[in-house]
């Protein structure tokens, strides 16, 4: 008996470039919303006496802010996928209801261990747990269901 859920293709992990393509989405984006709050700002600033210079760096701050803070949100979602637990309310908790004290409980809290990954097998081998053929590029034994399993460090 052939299950499909058994042999269905692994999830591909996300390439180096595409986290470096989204972390500059977020930069660019953060550029832009600090741009049209410095425009939006300048002449009320210059009404009030508050020098050029002083309005950029509350800007220039304001923006590294957002970026820590965004970094945190993908950094804790992300780490909680890797160890089973769902990501969105981890990352919830820890980013949006407990930021910046969050974080340091997210690290004391959370599971030393990574989840298991399943991989396929490269080669035919015989089963570990009841002995049957299990063929190349299956993640799992049809007959018992044992998957091979790599800890991911």
Not at 111 to 123: D, F, G, N, T
């Amino acid at each position: 008996m052939n299950s499909p859920a058994m042999n269905k293709p692994l999830p591909m992990m996300q390439s180096h470039w595409s986290r470096h393509r989204w972390f500059g989405f977020v930069l660019l984006l953060s550029l832009v919303i600090a741009g049209i709050v410095l425009a939006k700002n300048w002449n009320e600033a210059h009404e009030k006496g508050i020098s050029t210079r002083d309005l950029i760096l509350a800007v220039l701050g304001l923006l590294g802010f957002l970026i820590l803070w965004m970094s945190t949100l993908v950094w804790s979602y992300r780490d909680a996928e890797s160890r089973g637990k769902s990501g969105a309310l981890i990352a919830f908790l820890v980013g949006v209801i407990s930021w910046p004290w969050g974080v340091l409980i997210w690290l004391a809290a959370r599971p030393s261990q990574r989840i298991l990954r399943v991989a396929p097998y490269e080669e035919d081998i015989d089963c570990p747990e009841c002995g049957m053929k299990i063929k190349a590029g299956w993640t799992a034994c049809r007959n018992c269901c044992h998957q091979n399993q790599e800890v991911i460090r």
